[in-house]
Structure formats: structure tokens, C-alpha cells
């Protein structure tokens, strides 16, 4: 039995975000959403302690910082973004890139929820969902990242 969230789309930090499979499908074992990451875009640098991460790129170039690796991912690309690792991914290119984005476990989809249904000027919300479910920023990243690539949070 299939989630009612199953292909809706809501925008999460600027991203065109489409659920695919819930823990409502899966035992609560992951989430799947399909993710749009639009030409000069940078996903806010972060760092989860509760959830393992992995992204395959279904079209286009992406730009990904894991850690301290760098590289540029291609189609069918899978990358692994594991708990406690700090990370990122950005397009630098003209071109929208497509993503899966695969959590475990599953209620990360109820964080990209709570982020949707927020202002800009939520902070101490945004900050409070955050915590909740082990989110928190990477400092210098954006910066360092926008400076050398000319993409935007």
C-alpha cells in the first residue's frame, strides 16, 4: 500500500522535491524522493547524526563534496553520503540535474515536510525542525563553494 504522499512535490530549500517511496512502503527502512537541482544552485552544506544517504544522478552534471573529497558526479553516478560526514552538492552547469535522494531510515521524508511548510523567516523553527532530526550546517562551505564554483545557496 503506497504512501497518499507517493508523487506529490513540494520545494525543500529552493528543490523541486518529489517522494517516491515513504517508510510508509518500506517498513520505515528509507525514503526515496526524486530531487531537481537547478542550473548556479547549492544544497545548504550539512551534516546528519540520525540518517545514512545515498544520491544517484539520473541526468545532468553534479558538483559533490563529501567530507574532504570533490568530484563531479555523472548519470547513473551513485554517491554514498553516510551519517556524521559532512556534505553537499551544487550545478554548476546550465542544465537542471535530476537526483534520487534515498534515506535510512525512513522519516527523513517528514523533515523535508516540516522544511516545505516554512518561511524564510521561520529561523527559530527551521532551526528547531533541524535539531529535531539531526541536521546542523557546515560552516565556511557555502562561501568557499559559491566563491569557486559561482553557485548560490
Known sequence: ???????????????????????????????????????????????????????????????????????????????????????????ATDDPVRILEISSPSDFEDYFLALSALSPDDVAVRTETQQRYGVSGVPGWAEELSERYGVHL
Open 1 to 91: 500500500m503506497s504512501s497518499p504522499l507517493q508523487d506529490q512535490q513540494i520545494a525543500v530549500g529552493g528543490l523541486p522535491t518529489i517522494f517516491r517511496a515513504l517508510g510508509a512502503d518500506t517498513t520505515g527502512t528509507i525514503s526515496v524522493v526524486e530531487q531537481v537541482v537547478s542550473p548556479g544552485a547549492l544544497v545548504w552544506p550539512h551534516v546528519h547524526t540520525n540518517h545514512d544517504q545515498v544520491n544517484v544522478v539520473l541526468s545532468g552534471e553534479l558538483g559533490v563534496r563529501i567530507g574532504d573529497r570533490e568530484w563531479t558526479a555523472a548519470p547513473g553516478e551513485t554517491i554514498a553520503k553516510p551519517r556524521l560526514v559532512p556534505h553537499t552538492v551544487w550545478n
